[in-house]
Every structure is written in structure tokens, then in C-alpha cells.
């Protein structure tokens, strides 16, 4: 079983600059809260995430995880798991490698794998752990990425757009499952949506951008 | 600029002051003549005619030196009328026979070899010799190109990019013949290349293929920064992680094709050999000139077959 982690993100008068536009950003995220970004496109939702992502360097403001701060830190020293919109997954590795490489050195221990084959059966992806991802659909490879995401030893999650490529249903079982995962080791999520039934459903904390 | 520096082939079929070229004329001042000033002033003008032409043809066009074929994203056909599909075969036909005519002549002529002749002139040590020397080579090509790619790959700044190709690419502008009697003599004073020459040849064979490496390898290592740099970064594996588990396996298919190029080329090595070897170890190609040199052509077109064969073997076993 993994810790569970209980430190809190402090986003402190975040300022991020993305060409002409410029947003601003001041919440907390407790462990184990899920708070949905909503907004148009280009309103700044992916930029927010990768600012906390370490990819888009912040104008001024303060990224705090517990009492570290982080807004200084390089992409890889950074505490996030991160879904981006595309390239997810190396298509070059089978899925069961690219699930691998989740944890370190590739190599998950006996508790961390029987994990990762629970959730893929959890989310209707077990079949394919020996496939490669072009074999994959685009939602198959999407709650593939999503397993790893999260299942990752790392208490902050930024998710953009997970369950884009997801029927109705299969939207319900994958954020249901990251709802229930955050909760039991005390993730804090940001996860960017479009669909107001995804706030409604499992956010804690909701920001209109 | 490949013509321009084919030194074996005029070494092989040119007779005479009357048909050689500034690399013959190099390596015979230099191995014959025993004439370092004049092998280094000829060294210098072949580098000045070489440089030159390479500066006119990359200011004319925008020639992709040794690139990468495309040809596989492209499977588009054009409708052509019956005569230029005749005329487009008949053309494939003759560059066809031009290319193994000189090759197919060779199994008749090399049925009448004496091995026992072939046997004397110790040709099992001598393929080792030639097999072990274009391994070492290739894989060190691989290396270099690898090693530079990977600084490439950290520096952000594009004008260190254009530094870090420039160290890549140079072997193209500066011949062969230049490099190796630059360094020959630079070296003489501290190093006997008699004992020592072998290192040189596998070196300078490296150096040589690192252009055809480096062009090769260096869409497929921006096509993985592009795609999977940000998912490599937020993965945080040790760097030994990500180049057994996710890099190497990426670059598997080129590398081993790379591999197999830079093997064949290093096994065919003349010019290189012309200048740090000596009869006492000879290569394979070398025993080819030195048979075909004392008339004894069938011998001589039993070992380029096995030369071939080494070559074929190469690429169908990297390249499957």
C-alpha cells in the first residue's frame, strides 16, 4: 500500500503570460479534492496546468506544495503526474511498457503492478496490456494514459482533457475511478473539462476560466 | 564530392602520372616518395578544391547532404503515358546491368582461383582482421554520432546546434585523404604507426561514416524530442532508464541499419588504410589490390566476392 499524502497546493498570485494574454491565479487544493477547470478554449486552462506542469515558466507568483515551493523547479523535480492532450503514450512499447514506465526505473513492485492490472480491468483495458498503442482506439489509449497518470507515486495530478475520447459510460467508470483513487492516497487533481456533468459529478472545487 | 574523392578506384584501374588524382598523388608522396611537405602541400589543395565545390553547391541549393530517404511517406504515383513507362524501365534496365555487370563478371573469373595460392597469403587472418577492424568502427561511428546527438539535444540554443552539426558534418568537406595525412604526419614524431596504425584506421573510418550517422540519426532524435520530450520529462527516469527502456528501443530500427552502412563502408576501406597500414596486416580490400597489382585477377575476384558477401551479410542480418 502507498503513503497516503495530506500536504496542500497553495497557488499564490500565479501569474502566467501565454503571448498577448495574461491570467491570474490564487486557490488551494487540499489533498484529495478534485478541482474541474472550465472555459473556452484559449481561456488559459492548459497553460495553467502546464505552469504547475514546470513547461511554461510562471511572470511571478508562487506554486507551494506543502512548504516547498515549486515554481522554480525543472519539469522533472516538480511533485505532478501529468495527462497531457496528446502523445501519452511511446508508441514504439507495448502497453504493458508504457504502464511500466510509471515507476521508477520502469519497474513497479508486486503491489504496484497487481494495481495497475485492477484499475485496467476496472476500466475495460486488461485485454490489451500486449497490444502497442497504434492498435489502440483513441479512448483505449486515453484511459491507458490515464492509469499510469495516476497511478504514478506523485501527489499532485494534472489532467487535461481525460476523458475527451470517452463514450458517456466509459466517462462515468474512468473519472468515478479517479475520483476513488485520489480520495484513498490523497492526490490533489486539476482537471480540465468541458462537460459541466464532470464538475457536477466529482468536483470539489470548480473554476470558470 | 564522393567521385571527387574515389581513391580506390583510380588507386586500382589508373596507371601512370597520366590518369591519377591529387589522393593518389598524395598517398604515393607520402608512402613511396616518403615526402611529407609535398603530401601536405597536395593535402591542402585537394581540402581548398573539395571545400570549394562543397561551398558552391550548398550556396546553389538546398541539397540534403546524405539525408534520410522520404520516400516511404510518399507513395503517390503519377500517371504516365505508355512510352515514359517503357522508357522509365528500359533506364532501370541499363543503371541495372551498369551496376552488376562489374560484379557478375567476377564469378566466372574467380571459378579458376588457386586457393591454395589464396591460402598462402594468410586470407583467413586477414578477413578477421577486416571484420574485427569495421565492427570496432561502426559501433564506434554509432557512438560518436550518438554522443553528439545527445549534446545536440540538450543545447536549446539553435546557434550551438549549427556548431554541434558543423563537428558532425565536417568529415564531408575535409576529405578523407586530407584528415588521415593531417593526422599522420601531426602524429609521426610521437607515435609509431607501423604498431599502432590500426587505431588510426578504426578512428578515422568512424570519423569518416559520422556524417552518413549523423544524417540519419538526427530526424529521428528531433522527431522524439518533438513528440515525447514533455512525457520523458514529467516521467523523471534516470538517464539510464530512458536510454535502455524508451530511447534505444525508439532508435533500434535506424540504428541497426546505420550500423550495418557504416560496417559495409569501413569493410571496403582503401584510402584510409593506404595511408596507417602496412602489407604486414593487410585488409581485405588491400590483399584485393595487391593480387590484382601482382596479375593475379581470379584470386583477386574470389576475395572481392567474399568481400561482397560480407557486405550483403551485413545489411540483410541488420536491416531484416
Avoid at chain 1, 111 to 129: E, P
Avoid at chain 1, 157 to 173: G, I, K, M
Avoid at chain 1, 176 to 185: A, F, L, N, T
Wanted: aromatic fraction near 12%; charged fraction near 15%.
Amino acid at each position: 500500500m502507498s503513503v497516503k499524502w495530506q500536504d496542500t497546493l497553495i497557488i499564490d498570485q500565479l501569474c502566467i503570460q501565454r503571448g498577448q494574454l495574461q491570467w491570474q491565479h490564487d486557490f488551494i487544493l487540499k489533498a484529495g479534492q478534485l478541482m474541474v477547470l472550465m472555459g473556452e478554449s484559449g481561456s488559459g486552462k492548459t497553460s495553467l496546468l502546464e505552469c504547475l506542469g514546470g513547461f511554461l515558466p510562471a511572470q511571478s507568483g508562487r506554486i507551494l506544495y506543502g512548504k516547498q515551493s515549486i515554481e522554480q523547479l525543472p519539469p522533472q523535480k516538480r511533485p505532478v503526474s501529468s495527462l497531457f492532450q496528446q502523445h501519452n503514450l511511446f508508441e514504439h512499447l507495448s502497453i504493458a511498457q508504457n504502464l511500466r514506465l510509471g515507476f521508477q526505473r520502469g519497474q513497479p513492485n508486486q503491489v504496484q503492478w497487481r494495481s495497475v492490472i485492477q484499475a485496467c480491468q476496472q476500466l475495460g483495458v486488461d485485454h490489451l496490456i500486449e497490444r502497442f498503442p497504434s492498435e489502440l482506439s483513441g479512448g483505449q489509449r486515453q484511459r491507458v494514459a490515464l492509469i499510469r497518470t495516476v497511478l504514478r507515486d506523485q501527489p499532485v495530478l494534472l489532467l487535461d482533457e481525460p476523458f475527451s475520447a470517452l463514450d458517456e459510460e466509459t466517462r462515468v467508470t474512468a473519472g468515478d475511478w479517479v475520483k476513488e483513487q485520489i480520495d484513498k492516497r490523497g492526490q490533489a487533481a486539476l482537471l480540465v473539462s468541458h462537460q459541466q456533468t464532470d464538475s457536477e459529478r466529482w468536483a470539489d472545487q470548480l473554476i470558470k476560466l | 564530392m564522393l567521385c571527387f574523392n574515389s581513391f580506390a578506384v583510380v588507386l586500382a584501374l589508373g596507371g601512370g602520372p597520366g590518369a591519377s588524382t591529387l589522393e593518389v598523388a598524395i598517398y604515393q608522396s607520402l608512402k613511396y616518395d616518403f615526402n611529407p611537405s609535398e603530401a601536405l602541400f597536395l593535402a591542402w589543395t585537394q581540402l581548398f578544391l573539395a571545400g570549394s565545390i562543397y561551398l558552391l553547391l550548398s550556396r546553389l541549393g538546398r541539397f540534403q547532404w546524405l539525408a534520410p530517404s522520404q520516400s516511404h511517406r510518399d507513395r503517390w504515383l503519377p500517371q504516365q503515358p505508355r512510352w515514359m513507362v517503357g522508357f522509365g524501365r528500359l533506364s532501370y534496365l541499363f543503371a541495372w546491368l551498369y551496376l552488376t555487370l562489374p560484379i557478375l563478371v567476377l564469378f566466372p573469373m574467380a571459378l579458376k582461383a588457386d586457393l591454395l595460392l589464396l591460402l598462402n597469403t594468410g586470407i583467413l587472418s586477414i578477413l578477421l582482421r577486416s571484420l574485427m577492424l569495421a565492427v570496432a568502427a561502426s559501433f564506434l561511428a554509432l557512438l560518436l554520432g550518438l554522443s553528439i546527438l545527445s549534446l545536440w539535444a540538450d543545447l536549446r540554443h539553435s546557434r550551438w546546434h549549427h556548431v554541434i552539426a558543423g563537428i558532425a558534418l565536417y568529415p564531408l568537406v575535409v576529405p578523407t585523404m586530407v584528415l588521415s595525412v593531417g593526422l599522420y604526419i601531426l602524429m609521426m614524431p610521437y607515435w609509431d604507426w607501423y604498431q599502432w596504425g590500426w587505431i588510426a584506421i578504426v578512428v578515422m573510418n568512424a570519423v569518416v561514416v559520422l556524417p552518413f550517422v549523423f544524417k540519419q540519426l538526427h530526424p529521428q532524435v528531433i522527431n522524439f524530442h518533438q513528440q515525447y520530450g514533455r512525457l520523458q520529462a514529467d516521467l523523471n527516469h534516470d538517464r539510464l532508464t530512458c536510454w535502455r527502456k524508451i530511447y534505444l528501443p525508439y532508435l533500434k530500427p535506424v540504428l541497426l541499419q546505420v550500423l550495418a552502412m557504416s560496417f559495409v563502408l569501413a569493410l571496403g576501406d582503401m584510402s584510409i588504410f593506404a595511408i596507417f597500414g602496412n602489407d604486414d596486416w593487410r585488409t581485405l580490400p588491400w590483399l584485393i589490390y595487391t593480387l590484382a597489382g601482382s596479375y593475379r585477377i581470379a584470386e583477386a575476384a574470389l576475395v572481392s566476392l567474399l568481400l561482397l558477401l560480407f557486405a550483403f551479410l551485413a545489411l540483410r542480418w541488420l536491416e531484416k
